[in-house]
Each structure stands twice: as structure tokens, then as C-alpha cells.
DNA sequence: GTGGTCTAGACCACG
DNA sequence: GTGGTCTAGACCACT
């Protein structure tokens, strides 16, 4: 019998990502970190809508995201299950997607004029909590 | 007297960001790597978008935007300058703001499945190119 | 200037695929054959909503698809235009795709009884409609 | 007297289709490669569902719909059997189809930009697995 | 009950 | 004007 998780996700207002963006990443972070079963049922869209009070459409929409990007199966009339893991991307794209982030996260930080070190330590540490598996 | 400096910038059709936010973040970049002295006066508002060919209400809104933060000096009737190096954001703001890139860039970087020493690495040489000094 | 192609696009309410799906599959035969040049921008949103008689929020999902498997672009406040075309689909992924259409094809279609060769020929014949050009 | 065909048959979880479809098109397929003979008896609706752990509206379902396209006969208070071969639809309803499976495969496999040789060998191989007679 | 699709209409950011 | 997001509510197919 595959158990509902309940499903730790915190909806925040003053977070400048929208929120399926949000639901979307908490989900993607807590697969990647292990806190998530291949297998498990996720709540059901109504369900999670409800529980952070938001449009049902819009857990749909982080649903149809993540199944897009491989993370979920989602099977009609069944649920929303977490996929077993695949490497879906192709080498380019990868590299692409990596260059495109550090050169916006550089144009984020480089204006708060924090040292090196620390903005280094900082990402090591979230990238630490996030990747303690290797490719799939 | 005030040298003119020609700014080199350039605008990328391809790049995600809008082009308010790459002016902003170029000349900002030039501002920390020291490659615009204070002082300086840049193009006008007018002179860059004629130069990088966008709408001067682009221009306006990032040297609005740099003025806000304190880098620029907009001085009526004669010209835009390199603001004399100060502390430009509240300590908390600076966390702030910290704390919502290393979020976005765990976000955006975490699905590729590249190994942590490569990410910092990266992060690593591109926040050197940018930051020569220690603090501000 | 970017020429506002018109969009040859019809949508069949017959048809069983959902409407933003026509439009998604419609979009990217066009590009594939190359009737789309990169670079040219696609009707707006509320445009293409109104020609062809359905809701923006219709379109803009299909947009949205497009753009997430790399075949446009989007910029906000400017329009969709045509992406350049690259490879976003690891090897294994593209395999799995593959095969997947196939087995489901084949479901449909056995059915019918129809000699192989016939089959072939309609799906070479459409195949030789849409790939003209190699892989990017 | 009728042997009850073990009938070999698997529900895949990761599968796209939904159950119900993988019974039909499993048993369809059987039927066409000459697997199960005509008047042979399959199993019962609630014996099917056990084998394959599915809910048993399910099986009914399969059933109903290859009975109503006249693959099977359902004799009450028998069981269900392989109806003699005959043409199961109309000439325009297979024409339909077919193009129906072959714009859908199309959209799906255009984007994955395979060569059209390696596309076509895998459907005539498909094909030749499953379509051993002519016509019916 | 499950997810999927579509419509309608509001509000925001960008140019 | 452009696209992006969210809400609200209806209808469908699948189990």
C-alpha cells in the first residue's frame, strides 16, 4: 500500500517566487534529498490545495511541472506518485541551464558585496543539505 | 571635469533577464570590478538606449534603479555619476537578499545533478572576476 | 523588425487531443519543417486566442509548454519568438520517448488490421514532411 | 468444450495508458498474432481482476469495449469467448483511426528528431511481431 | 474519489 | 501593448 505522505511545504507571501514556483522546488529539493520515497503518493491536488490554502489549479500546475520534468508519474484517477529518478537532460542542456543560473545568482549577490568565502560557505551548505546522491 | 566614458555594455536578446535588469546588472558589475572610477559620468539616458538600441524608458527605469541603491548620482541638468562608494543597503536587506539568491540558485541548480565542487568552483571563479575587494 | 507571422493553425474540435495540445503539436511541426524561421515572432497571446476562437489562457499554456521544451522564447512585454534550435533531451531520455510512442502507436493501430506496409508508408509520408533538417 | 486460456497478461504501473486500455490493447494484440484462438474462453471479469490485482469494474470495462468492437462474445451466464473474425469496424472508422494514431505518434516523435530510417525500422518490427496474416 | 482541461476574469511586471 | 500568475468554477475520463 503506498502511504500518503503529509507532506512538509510551507507556503511563504513575502517570497518573490510564485507559488506553484515555490511548491515546485520544495517538492524537487525534498526528492533530491531522500525525504521523499520513489513509489510514495503524494497528496492528492485538492488535498494539498487545501492544506496550504491555495487554487487547486495552481498545486496542478506544480504537479504537471514536475511530472514534465520527470520528478512525478502522475496516473489519472490514481494520484501523483514520486518517479523513480532519470537523467533527462542532455549534456548541453545541463551546462546551459547551470551557466544560466550561477550568472544570475552573480548578478544577484555581487551588488551585497559579501566576501567570497561566505557567500561560497552558504551555498556549500544548502548544496550539502540538497545532494547526497550521485546521478541517476 | 568629467570624463565620458563610452560604457561597455551589451544587450543579449537570448538572456532571461529583462533588459532593464541586465543594464542594471552591468553597470553595477563595472562598478565593483572597479572598471568605472567614481566620479565618472556615464551616457545619457537618451545616448545608451540610442547605443544599445532599447526604449530610453528602460534606461531611465535602471539608472533610476542604481540611483535607489545609492551607486549612481543623478545630478539635474548635468548627467548621471558613479556615486562615492558607501554602505547601500541595510545590513538586514544585504541577508535579505542573500537568503533569496542562494534560495533561487539551490532552486534552479539542484535538478542538474552536478557534483558540489563544480557549482562552487564555478560560483567560485565567476565571484572572483567580480570582487577584488574585501569589503566596501 | 520581426516580421508578426500570421500562423496557418486550425483547430479541430473533433479532434481527441486537447486543444492547447493541437496547438503545441501544430507550432512544432511548423518549426520542424521549417515554415517558422528562428528568430520570427509568433502572434501575441490574446491574439491567437482570438483567432482561433479560444481562451488566451489556452494559448499561453501552449506557449508555455514550448518554451519549457526549448522551442520558443519568451519575453515578457515583448512577445514569442522562435528559439534556436538544440538538443535539450539526454540520449536515454529520447530512447525512452521513442519507445514509448511506439508501443503506443502500435496499440492503436493494430487493431485496425491494416497491412504493414500501408502503415509505413502514411508514417514515412508524414515523417518526410517534418524533417528536412538534422539534429541541432 | 471451451479451455479456459491462462491468459498472459501484465499491468504495467509506469504506463501512460490507463489499465483498462493496457487489458484491451493486451488482449487485442493477442487476439490479431493468433495467441488466443477463436472460441476459446477467457477468464472471468472477476477472476482477471485478481490475477492482474485490478479492480474489477476495470476488467468489465476492457471487456465491454473489445465485446462492443466485436473481438469477444460475452454469452450470459457462460463466460466470455473469442468472437469469430470478421470486419470489426467500418472502412471509415479504421481510416479514422489510423490517421488518428498516426498524427499522434507523429507529434510525439518529431520532436525527439530521430532519423526517419530508425523510426520506420522500429514500427515495421513492432509491426511484424504482431501482424503475421494479411487482411481478415 | 483521482487528475486533466477549459473558460472567465482579475492583477502584476515589463517595455 | 506584451506575457505571467492566480482564482473560481465547470465538465470530462479513469478507478
Chains 1, 2, 3, 4 share one sequence.
Do not use: H
Amino acid at each position: 500500500m503506498t502511504r500518503r505522505t503529509p507532506l512538509m511545504l510551507q507556503i511563504v507571501t513575502g517570497d518573490p517566487r510564485p507559488i506553484a514556483r515555490q511548491i515546485v522546488d520544495g517538492i524537487r529539493r525534498q526528492i533530491v534529498a531522500g525525504e521523499l520515497e520513489v513509489g510514495a503518493a503524494l497528496p492528492s491536488v485538492r488535498g494539498l490545495a487545501q492544506q496550504l490554502a491555495v487554487n487547486p489549479n495552481t498545486v496542478a500546475k506544480a504537479y504537471n511541472e514536475l511530472s514534465a520534468e520527470g520528478w512525478l508519474d502522475t496516473r489519472a484517477g490514481l494520484g501523483v506518485f514520486i518517479a523513480t529518478p532519470r537523467q533527462r537532460l542532455s549534456e548541453s542542456e545541463r551546462a546551459r541551464r547551470l551557466e544560466e543560473a550561477v550568472q544570475r545568482f552573480i548578478g544577484d549577490v555581487i551588488a551585497l558585496d559579501y566576501p567570497a568565502d561566505e557567500v561560497l560557505e552558504r551555498i556549500s551548505y544548502e548544496l550539502g543539505k540538497c545532494v547526497p546522491r550521485k546521478t541517476a
